[in-house]
């Protein structure tokens, strides 16, 4: 079945730092990609997307390519800000007919930045 | 506008008593998913609604675990006789369908729940 991995955290950087967080899947056909973040004492929301091969997803700062052939999202941001602090959650919707819609999560990467 | 809302925020029951979860979806969204996120871990698919009907119930764990949706609204999450693994936080996501441009889930607060 579908699956996605997710680079263990907790990830601690200070202002101004590069991000990355790894994120590799396994899925059949073409899935959609997603990262999702939740900041604390929030609900989860939507970061930012792809939906096809070579498909870049971009939102505050972060930036994130489909990459079919790693089967790989990794989750990129040149300069990281405090309040960037939150945990991501790496996620992927399935192409094939019966997936409807339900979404495969990594386990979550803490990432804490410091002043 | 309002996004999705779920009811009780926290929940704490005794071993073997049944809880109800509640969950409000933004209006007009067709699709209503609910999923289950355990302390340390990621979110695991519980069941997905298209309207009133539940064409994927795959991720439900067990049988003491069911739930029923009000035409394109109200969806309540029951689990009868609790146990202690059933401790996680509940989250419920709607989209305005389950792919394509409207495949994006947004996500209620969850409902905590702890069973003793």
């Known amino acids: 079945g579908d699956s996605v991995t997710q680079m263990e955290g907790p990830v601690t950087l200070s202002e101004e730092a590069f991000l990355t967080i790894n994120c590799t899947y396994t899925a059949t056909g073409y899935p959609s990609l997603f990262w999702y973040v939740q900041y604390p004492g929030e609900g989860l929301q939507l970061l930012l997307k792809?939906?096809?091969?070579?498909d870049k997803g971009s939102n505050k700062g972060f930036e994130a390519t489909y990459r079919k052939e790693t089967t790989s999202f990794h989750l990129e941001k040149g300069s990281v800000q405090v309040s960037d602090s939150a945990v991501y959650f790496c996620?992927?919707?399935?192409?094939?007919?019966?997936?409807?819609?339900?979404?495969?999560f990594g386990q979550g990467t803490i990432l804490t930045v410091h002043p | 506008g309002a996004g999705v809302s779920q009811s009780p925020s926290n929940k704490v029951t005794e071993k073997g008593k049944d809880v109800e979860l509640r969950c409000d979806p933004i209006s007009g969204h067709t699709a209503l998913y609910w999923y289950r996120q355990r302390l340390g871990q990621g979110l695991e698919f519980l069941i997905y609604?298209?309207?009133?009907?539940?064409?994927?119930k795959s991720g439900l764990p067990s049988d003491r675990f069911s739930a029923e949706r009000t035409g394109e609204s109200v969806s309540t999450l029951t689990i009868q006789r609790t146990q202690q693994e059933d401790s996680a936080v509940y989250l419920c996501?709607?989209?305005?369908?389950?792919?394509?441009?409207?495949?994006?889930?947004?996500f209620g607060p969850g409902t905590r729940l702890l069973v003793l």
């Open positions: 996501a709607s989209s305005l369908g389950p792919s394509g441009v409207r495949e994006t889930q947004y």
């Open positions: 609604f298209q309207g009133n009907s539940a064409p994927d």
């Open positions: 792809a939906t096809k091969a070579d």
């Open positions: 996620a992927l919707r399935g192409a094939g007919g019966t997936s409807y819609g339900k979404l495969t």
